[in-house]
């Protein structure tokens, strides 16, 4: 019998509930002065009594009535058991058991409540889930009635020396914002990405926004409408610092006239 199934004994015999071979096996453990038995037992009868000084209320008759027609029976249908060292009757510590059964209320409700503060939890991810979804189902909408504008231009962005085979599309509209999708990029080094310009007459380029590419040098940017921007002539795309700059510094890899 190893120490896990030993302590696991002790605790259901300091109960009164452990019964038939299980008992038979465990009694024969402390009649022949298991020292990990004895210590076991004593350690669960403690902890018993302390529950029973926090917990003095005496169990419903009902409760007494039932362990002990349990234990009756139990000892009557016993198989007679090899001769051993008599054992000094064990008095049925009925408060112990009582504040037993408590504490074992006690469990049961502090494992209700992590259920309950688990499902909180589960809601409340559901709920920032359905706002966040929210928000995309809005951006989307707004992107609509931006293609429904006639006054909404789609700009084409040609590759230049860096990457001659890059393309992109600009749907563009003043008061509105728009999209900007682009294909055939290189990947971004690392602390790198690209960043969009809107370029009108002879002004200082206004940045637009940054954006990276996945594995198959495809992405796109969501622009919202540029403040004091009315009109925008070239859209123009260049590496920079992943953080994006407030001018132009890097190579320029994209760039079409509106």
């Known amino acids: 019998m190893n120490h896990d199934e030993i302590r696991e004994l002790a605790a259901v015999y300091a109960l009164g509930g452990l019964d038939g071979e299980d008992r038979s096996r465990f009694e ?3 009649a022949s002065g298991d020292p990990e038995a004895t210590a076991a037992l004593g350690e669960f009868e403690a902890t018993l009594v302390a529950l029973a000084k926090e917990s003095p209320e005496a169990p419903p008759p009902s409760v007494k009535a039932a362990l002990s027609h349990r234990i009756a029976a139990a000892a009557a249908t016993a198989a007679p058991a090899a001769v051993v060292t008599p054992l000094r009757p064990r008095r049925i510590l009925w408060p112990f058991v009582w504040a037993g059964l408590m504490a074992a209320g006690v469990a049961a409700i502090v494992v209700g409540l992590a259920i309950s503060h688990s499902y909180e939890k589960r809601l409340q991810a559901l709920g920032q889930e359905a706002a966040a979804l929210r928000v995309e ?41 728009g999209l900007l999708v682009a294909a ?20 200082a380029p206004v940045p637009a926004g940054v954006f990276t590419v996945d594995t198959k040098g495809t992405g796109s940017l969501r622009v919202p409408a540029l ?15 992943a953080g994006g700059l407030p001018a132009p510094t890097g190579p320029m890899y994209l760039a079409g006239k509106a």
Do not use: C, H, S
């Open 184 to 203: 055939g990029l290189p990947p971004v080094p690392a602390g790198k990405a690209y960043q969009l310009w809107a370029i009108a007459g002879k002004a």
């Open 28 to 30: 024969a453990l402390l």
């Open 227 to 241: 403040v004091g921007v009315t009109k925008v002539d070239v859209f123009a795309v260049t590496l920079e610092p």
């Open 137 to 177: 189902v809005d951006r989307e909408r707004q992107l609509v009635d931006i293609l429904r504008d006639p006054t909404t231009e789609i700009v084409a962005l040609a590759g230049l020396e860096p990457a001659p085979a890059a393309r992109a599309r600009m749907i563009w509209n003043a008061r509105g914002g």
